[in-house]
RNA sequence: GGGCCUAUGGUCUAGUGGUUAUGACGUCUGCCUUACACGCAGAAGGCCGGGAGUUCGAACCUCCCUGGGCCCACCA
């Protein structure tokens, strides 16, 4: 007994043990890229998951595996593809995860020990990614793994930094950023926790400018009344409507400021009339932006109010001054009433004292003035599927300035000292890794401006999307290696989800444009979102994540992927669904099946086509149609199509009527050599053929029953061949075929009678040629 | 709250103006037919989210509403 057939005799269905047994050799399968080939290189640019502690949802592993389809895909396609991984190590979520596991203040550690402590948690939890990525046979070139923290990469974002400086592409500017007055620092947004908590909403007075009315704001920061650059009310608002474009006189200031109609203002809340000072809240920092209002800050960074607030005000803390302007204001008359309600409001989660909101001096990547150009850029990228352009290009209408530079630690730090006499910026040579918070300018440098030699470094570091942004230049070795950059830029396509077109799909458009002047991609392939079984996203603060490494475990990584595949188009959300992943195990067992039957009648003699039986060649050039369908799809990056119609194919015509048809031939019962030979040379051919079209989408299964039944070289190293032309004729009468079975099986089925029973039909006469094989298949009497 | 996307039998999905509206999962009925009961065969189940319009004709085009999703913003 061989051993093909102790593993057919052994399993019944294709399972989670014989996948594990396929497990090791499929992984270690190595996939080498070389840019000097003779072939087409397809080069893919894929999101590097950010390796933190939360575990990897399913929707991010469902997300992975079809990418990894159209890397198999387009290598069996016959192409030299270029298929990296990468981690993203730099950013906040692994600052907090290290202060959570280690109970430690990151502003309270020794900058140098907490990148340390971060590092050691990134490689902690990068090994888990790994192993969620090999337990479904990504294939990336896991020898060659970058990472967003590692010196080259970092020495790339910042080379890109110094580039875009020297071009006049950054700019300095202030942001209105979140700051802890208790901490002494801007805190991150993930910082931030809302407590609803009781304060005053005061009702107070503004006089209209060369009137005698007046008009009722409602504030909870009456202390910003100095800041105060207008009034909102509601459009819809009767009660406003002869006051709006008025200018109101602020009480106790006596300063203009303007009343603007608009939605923001609601009718039903307070006064329905809201005042906007630089800055109460973000909605302030929103309207100001939006109305391009003047900002004018009073509150500084020991959170005391600023000299310009007022005498009586100045050097009082915040709540000290709001307790402060409010008796100014009943004393002056201007106060209608005080109000109890309960105000959400953002505290630090900390120190538990609410955030202000305070412009800080920060570094800006310029993008108004290339807006036109990044335009006609995204018309210019090919997005797959076409309509999630859209909302690439909505958000280019309104984008601005993106601000890059961060006040945090684990992150690739800006490349800039300053003077210490005259604070002029120092910028070092491109092609190094700086680190300014500890080291010296490199090579004693003199102060261009003024002539000093003591520099002191900046501290800050970059947004994170500044290192992933250009990803598409550090693998095509855009710094590194000029011939590989050359043969590999721009790349074949850019995979990512449709969640992140805003930051990733966009800055790296931005990005790469500006230092390369070119698209970075040809294509865009955009995916949906995983859903949970009731179409929501799965979110940790709803508790409804689903674990990857679960359902694999269950289901099959095979399983997972087809069901990955099959489920949606590209671009559409998927909804997780357990008895859908069942159905998907259910399709790979019914593989398995056809493959242990026709392993059964052993290997055929080569045979002439024009010599096959009508029936074969029927399956054959269905055959053939079925591959010229599955490589359309394949090309166009779209394995859903492959994935549904191979098991259309598989269960509704190759097994129940093929099958079923040639069975007894394949057997040798009543029929001659050369007919048996052409019934298993077919059987063979069909098979071959739908194991190398579904290499791409399940790699376990058909890597298994094709080291069984072929041996020789691991299929995903072969290539799909082009699919022959076929003969719709046959095809057609292959149609008439199946419905001839159904029309047996009904009529047995409604006697009552087995399907092996004996029947007396007439054959039609177009199913003649085929008419040797129905006998059998159908116990037709003569 | 703003912008955008989306809506097909119980669940999911194909289908872009004229089709008996595709297929899968689930359900029901009958069957262990020498590959498979994770199977085979058969059947039931849809006013194609609701409303209005364009058209000789709409699941398919337009508008409104409703549900869901993505991103942004989150109550002075």
Not at 44 to 54: A, K, L, V, W
Not at 287 to 309: C, F, S, Y
Not at 561 to 572: D, Q
Not at 670 to 678: H, I, L, Q, T
């Amino acid at each position: 007994m061989t051993e093909s057939t102790d593993i057919f005799e052994e399993n019944k269905n294709w399972n989670r043990k014989l996948e594990k047994d396929t497990a090791e050799k499929l992984i270690s399968l190595k996939w080498d890229f070389s840019p000097y080939t003779e072939k087409e290189i397809f080069s893919i640019d894929t999101p590097p998951p950010y390796t933190s502690g939360r575990p990897w949802h399913l929707g991010a592993a469902a997300q992975y595996s079809k990418i990894d389809t159209i890397a198999r895909s387009q290598r069996m396609l016959g192409k030299e593809v270029l298929f990296p991984v990468g981690m993203d190590r730099n950013g906040i979520p692994v600052e907090r995860y290290a202060e959570k596991k280690y109970g430690i203040r990151m502003r309270d550690t020794p900058r140098e020990k907490f990148l340390e402590i971060c590092k050691t948690s990134l490689d902690e939890l990068e090994k888990e990614m790994f192993d969620i990525l090999n337990s479904f046979a990504y294939s990336a070139d896991f020898d060659n793994v970058y990472r967003t923290d590692s010196k080259e990469y970092r020495t790339l974002t910042q080379s890109t930094f110094i580039e875009m400086w020297k071009k006049g592409q950054i700019i300095r500017g202030t942001r209105p950023s979140n700051y802890c007055i208790d901490c002494g620092t801007t805190i991150a947004d993930a910082e931030i926790e809302y407590k609803t908590i009781d304060t005053n909403l005061v009702y107070f007075y503004f006089k209209i400018k060369d009137s005698d009315q007046k008009i009722l704001v409602a504030s909870t920061r009456p202390e910003l009344l100095g800041a105060c650059s207008a009034i909102l009310v509601n459009p819809e608002d009767e009660r406003f409507k002869d006051l709006f474009n008025k200018t109101a006189i602020t009480p106790l200031y006596n300063q203009e400021v303007k009343i603007i109609p608009h939605s923001y203002a609601k009718a039903d809340f307070g006064s329905g009339a809201v005042m906007i000072c630089s800055y109460g809240d973000y909605n302030d920092v929103m309207i100001i932006k939006e109305l391009q209002l003047p900002e004018n800050i009073i509150v500084d960074t020991n959170g005391r109010m600023k000299e310009k607030a007022g005498a009586k005000l100045n050097n009082l803390k915040v709540n000290e001054a709001r307790k402060e302007i409010i008796s100014m204001l009943q004393e002056g008359g201007y106060v209608e009433k005080i109000e109890k309600i309960q105000h959400r409001t953002p505290l630090c989660e900390r120190s538990k004292t609410p955030i202000e909101i305070i412009p800080l001096d920060e570094y800006y990547l310029k993008v108004t003035d290339i807006k036109d150009k990044l335009e006609e850029l995204a018309y210019q990228l090919k997005i797959i599927p076409e309509q999630h352009k859209q909302i690439l290009l909505n958000w280019l209408k309104v984008s601005a300035d993106w601000p890059i530079s961060r006040r945090r630690y684990y992150g690739t730090e800006i490349p800039l000292w300053y003077c210490n006499n005259c604070k002029e910026p120092y910028l070092p040579e491109e092609g190094e890794y700086y680190q300014p918070w500890k080291d010296n300018p490199p090579g004693n440098p003199t102060c261009k401006k003024c002539g000093g030699k003591e520099f002191t470094g900046d501290e800050r570091t970059f947004d994170t999307w500044m290192d992933s942004s250009v990803s598409a230049l550090y693998v095509t070795k855009y710094l590194y290696d000029k011939n590989f950059y050359e043969k590999t830029y721009p790349l074949s396509l850019r995979t990512q989800g449709i969640d992140i077109i805003r930051t990733w799909l966009n800055y790296s458009i931005l990005r790469c444009y500006q230092l390369t002047g070119k698209l970075p991609w040809e294509k865009a392939w955009i995916d949906g979102m995983g859903l949970d079984e009731h179409g929501e996203k799965m979110a940790k603060s709803k508790g409804n994540g689903i674990d990857p490494t679960i359902v694999i475990e269950k289901y099959g990584a095979d399983a997972f992927r087809f069901w990955a595949t099959s489920e949606a188009l590209p671009g559409s959300n998927f909804l997780f669904s357990e008895s859908r992943l069942q159905g998907s195990a259910k399709f790979l067992t019914k593989l398995w099946n056809v493959a242990r039957l026709i392993n059964q009648f052993g290997e055929p003699k080569e045979i002439a086509e024009k010599d096959l039986n009508e029936s074969d060649k029927w399956i054959i050039n269905y055959t053939e149609k079925l591959t010229e369908e599955c490589i359309k799809g394949y090309e166009e990056l779209n394995s859903f199509i492959p994935a549904n119609r191979i098991r259309e194919f598989i269960w509704n015509v190759f097994a129940p009527h093929y099958i079923e048809l040639v069975k007894a031939r394949a057997y040798g019962e009543g029929f001659s050599d050369d007919e048996k030979n052409s019934a298993i040379y077919t059987l063979n051919y069909v098979l071959k053929r739908v194991l190398l079209l579904m290499a791409p989408i399940t790699p376990f299964i058909t890597h298994t029953l094709w080291s069984i039944l072929y041996k020789g070289e691991a299929i995903h190293y072969l290539s799909i061949p082009k699919a022959k032309e076929y003969n719709n004729q046959i095809l057609l009468l292959g149609d008439k075929i199946m419905e001839f079975d159904s029309m047996i099986w009904n009529n047995k089925k409604e006697k009552g009678v087995s399907l092996r029973e004996p029947i007396t039909i007439n054959i039609p006469a177009e199913l003649k040629p085929f008419e040797k094989d129905l006998i059998m298949m159908h116990n037709i009497n003569k």
